[in-house]
């Protein structure tokens, strides 16, 4: 048990600085070179996703290694006369001034080496192969042969005078004063035309002979632009204008159906993966939705640091932070060890849970590549494990039945609460950090309000450190994965639960039926928004990384911010909103009043998807589709609004992103720079 949990750990460790979804790993690519980002915002190509902004400034940039540092060094060193490695790896020697010692017909002694230094140094100061051979030229005076030659195979086509500061002087001694060599000479008389001008250098001014035409480009950038895409609700504020690609796919898929649909449909050859690869990077601001906690925050800024910064005492002290980070991490599991430990001794009493999302199941789950480029219907899956039995309990439900907000969550957790026996006094959970699901005011008082109304006197929740959650769902998670691969026959979400049902006798799954998401109206009723705590301070929810609920603390809690049971908690202001004379709490007014009062509507658009793939999908299930109720409209892409459900919808959301609000107001003061707590894994479609 104890080594799988290691297993986990070290994958996600080494997944911190590299890309989980991207499958290949081509050394050549630079991710998020700075230089490149700086480029990309030249790029004038208009991108799907600027639909409100003019520009878009693709955040995502990766770059080849070669990069122009080393040509333009390469370039700088040849023009200042400077040794140099040449790209074939030819080593270029130093130019200098070569001493010419001679006599001839000409006045080359007239020139002294003072002179000759000087000239020297102005032509490599010029800096720029133009100029260069432009000095050279007027130096240099081009006519026809005087006498030409009858016996030779080859006819010289002129001869040249050439003149230094007013002084002829021969071939020789112009090489060797400027160091160049005959070669040069002779592209410099050729250049030179005529009328006196001398034409420019059209090295490196050529379209490349191999470039892709603007049709082929074109067509790259059609497919892109055909898989829908995603925004995110919470992650706006950071991360601008990015959307959101489904999570099971990466660019290397993105090229193999893009070259299908070369061959298929357009009738063209395809371009190669990295072209395909450099538009995606360069023309969108495009990533593939993954969730939460797959990335820490805090790793990658501390590991850049220390990679990258050129300062050696920030480098020292991330690396101090990292391993403060690193031994804060360990010590979860440390205390999940041992809370598990104390849940086995204590099998009457205690129950340790860890819970979290499954990532989206896409409804059908179809063999045909056409899924990727349609909508489908999400199936939500959560998983609540009992650490010291192994059992999972699976909760899952629709779109259409239900989101995934901390409502939902907190319904499922009273619907396995209610199934535990009533000698079980404490409830010990696990989750990860996500502000929209877990760690936010409804879910704090569903726990104020279950300690007083069941048979549990002490409910805890832990939380793991953003982005390295070691979950015993996961190990679920990926066994439904694994089973997802061979899995033929996934049409309509109740085959999902099929699914996960025939993977593990220890998987037990619950289908939520509408009803069974419930209202929390009652509890906000009764409980206020908890905010401060018993000094009035206000609560940093970001910080916080374990609640205690107790029967005793009556509508309060206590809340650490460290793991470690050492230091004490502190307590929370209390959240009464009872009426005076306290009536009877019971349990059953939470029960009796459901979230929703009908079928949740899907996206027109995404209705409209799921019916073209009806020929896939045997006529059985074909009604489920069609009769499945969605929007009339397909709706405004600029109007940022949510589906308009029912009212109690509308009234669920305000309240969530009221949650989601605080949770960020509280937290924009501080420097860390886990956003983890404000990222959603609710990302709407547009
Ligand atoms: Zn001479
Ligand atoms: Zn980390």
């Known amino acids: 048990m104890d080594e799988n949990e290691e297993n986990i750990s070290d994958s996600e460790d080494t997944a911190t600085d590299t890309d989980p979804y991207e499958t290949d790993e081509d050394s050549e690519y630079l991710p998020n070179s700075p230089n490149r980002i700086v480029e990309a915002g030249t790029d004038d190509t208009e991108s799907e996703t600027s639909n409100n902004e003019e520009h878009v400034t693709p955040r995502k940039a990766r770059k080849r290694k070669r990069n122009e540092n080393q040509k333009q060094k390469r370039k700088r060193a040849r023009l200042t006369g400077q040794q140099y490695v040449a790209l074939n790896g030819k080593e270029i020697r130093k130019r200098e001034l070569k001493p010419y010692n001679h006599r001839c017909r000409y006045g080359c002694d007239k020139i002294e080496e003072e002179r000759r230094k000087l000239l020297f140094e102005k032509f490599y100061s010029l800096q720029s192969y133009d100029l260069q051979t432009q000095y050279l030229a007027s130096c240099i005076t081009k006519s026809a042969p005087k006498r030409p030659n009858r016996n030779a195979v080859s006819q010289k086509q002129f001869t040249t005078i050439i003149t230094l500061m007013g002084t002829r002087v021969c071939k020789k001694f112009f090489l060797k004063t400027f160091d160049i060599t005959n070669r040069r000479f002779g592209i410099v008389c050729q250049k030179k035309n005529a009328d006196g001008f001398t034409d420019t250098d059209k090295r490196g001014h050529h379209a490349p002979k191999n470039k892709i035409d603007a049709?082929?480009?074109?067509?790259?950038?059609?497919?892109?632009?055909?898989?829908?895409?995603?925004?995110?609700?919470?992650?706006?504020?950071?991360?601008?204008?990015?959307?959101?690609?489904?999570?099971?796919?990466?660019?290397?898929?993105?090229?193999?159906?893009?070259?299908?649909?070369?061959?298929?449909?357009?009738?063209?050859?395809?371009?190669?993966?990295?072209?395909?690869?450099?538009?995606?990077?360069?023309?969108?601001?495009?990533?593939?939705?993954?969730?939460?906690?797959?990335?820490?925050?805090?790793?990658?800024?501390?590991?850049?640091?220390?990679?990258?910064?050129?300062?050696?005492?920030?480098?020292?002290?991330?690396?101090?932070?990292?391993?403060?980070?690193?031994?804060?991490?360990?010590?979860?599991?440390?205390?999940?060890?041992?809370?598990?430990?104390?849940?086995?001794?204590?099998?009457?009493?205690?129950?340790?849970?860890?819970?979290?999302?499954?990532?989206?199941?896409?409804?059908?789950?179809?063999?045909?590549?056409?899924?990727?480029?349609?909508?489908?219907?999400?199936?939500?899956?959560?998983?609540?494990?009992?650490?010291?039995?192994?059992?999972?309990?699976?909760?899952?439900?629709?779109?259409?039945?239900?989101?995934?907000?901390?409502?939902?969550?907190?319904?499922?957790?009273?619907?396995?609460?209610?199934?535990?026996?009533?000698?079980?006094?404490?409830?010990?959970?696990?989750?990860?950090?996500?502000?929209?699901?877990?760690?936010?005011?409804?879910?704090?008082?569903?726990?104020?309000?279950?300690?007083?109304?069941?048979?549990?006197?002490?409910?805890?929740?832990?939380?793991?450190?953003?982005?390295?959650?070691?979950?015993?769902?996961?190990?679920?998670?990926?066994?439904?994965?694994?089973?997802?691969?061979?899995?033929?026959?996934?049409?309509?979400?109740?085959?999902?639960?099929?699914?996960?049902?025939?993977?593990?006798?220890?998987?037990?799954?619950?289908?939520?039926?509408?009803?069974?998401?419930?209202?929390?109206?009652?509890?906000?009723?009764?409980?206020?928004?908890?905010?401060?705590?018993?000094?009035?301070?206000?609560?940093?929810?970001?910080?916080?990384?374990?609640?205690?609920?107790?029967?005793?603390?009556?509508?309060?809690?206590?809340?650490?911010?460290?793991?470690?049971?050492?230091?004490?908690?502190?307590?929370?202001?209390?959240?009464?909103?009872?009426?005076?004379?306290?009536?009877?709490?019971?349990?059953k007014k939470l029960l009796e009043k459901s979230l929703y009062s009908t079928t949740l509507k899907i996206k027109k658009a995404k209705w409209e998807n799921l019916i073209q793939l009806l020929p896939y999908i045997p006529p059985i299930y074909h009604d489920f589709y069609q009769k499945m109720p969605h929007e009339a409209k397909v709706s405004n892409k600029k109007t940022k609004g949510k589906p308009s459900g029912s009212k109690k919808n509308e009234t669920q959301n305000k309240a969530e992103k009221e949650t989601q609000n605080e949770t960020e107001e509280e937290t924009q003061n501080e420097t860390d720079q886990e956003d983890d707590v404000v990222l959603s894994d609710d990302y709407e479609e547009y």
Request: proline share 5%.
């Open 215 to 587: 049709v082929t480009r074109n067509n790259v950038i059609t497919h892109i632009k055909m898989f829908p895409r995603y925004k995110s609700h919470y992650s706006q504020s950071q991360n601008g204008n990015t959307s959101y690609l489904p999570e099971d796919l990466c660019i290397r898929k993105m090229y193999s159906l893009y070259k299908i649909w070369c061959n298929e449909t357009k009738n063209i050859p395809p371009v190669k993966e990295s072209y395909y690869r450099s538009v995606f990077c360069n023309e969108f601001n495009l990533k593939f939705h993954k969730p939460h906690s797959d990335t820490c925050h805090t790793c990658d800024r501390l590991n850049n640091l220390i990679n990258n910064s050129p300062d050696e005492n920030i480098k020292t002290q991330s690396k101090a932070e990292l391993e403060l980070h690193q031994r804060k991490v360990e010590s979860v599991k440390n205390v999940k060890k041992l809370d598990k430990e104390y849940g086995r001794q204590n099998p009457d009493k205690v129950r340790v849970i860890c819970f979290d999302l499954q990532k989206t199941l896409p409804t059908p789950f179809l063999s045909t590549n056409k899924v990727f480029y349609l909508r489908q219907l999400w199936t939500y899956n959560l998983c609540i494990h009992d650490l010291v039995t192994g059992i999972s309990s699976m909760y899952i439900w629709d779109e259409t039945i239900g989101q995934r907000g901390s409502q939902e969550i907190g319904s499922c957790l009273i619907k396995y609460i209610m199934t535990l026996p009533p000698n079980i006094e404490e409830l010990i959970c696990y989750s990860d950090q996500c502000g929209g699901q877990n760690k936010n005011k409804n879910i704090t008082k569903l726990f104020m309000f279950l300690v007083q109304t069941t048979s549990l006197k002490i409910i805890h929740h832990k939380f793991f450190e953003s982005g390295h959650s070691y979950m015993e769902c996961d190990r679920s998670f990926a066994r439904i994965e694994k089973a997802k691969k061979k899995a033929l026959n996934i049409f309509i979400p109740k085959n999902w639960s099929e699914l996960i049902r025939n993977t593990s006798n220890k998987f037990q799954v619950i289908d939520m039926k509408q009803e069974d998401f419930l209202s929390f109206d009652y509890l906000n009723s009764i409980i206020t928004d908890p905010k401060k705590d018993m000094e009035k301070k206000p609560l940093k929810w970001r910080q916080i990384v374990w609640f205690t609920y107790r029967n005793e603390d009556f509508f309060c809690f206590l809340f650490n911010q460290t793991r470690n049971p050492i230091f004490p908690s502190i307590h929370s202001q209390k959240c009464s909103a009872l009426p005076v004379g306290r009536p009877k709490l019971s349990i």
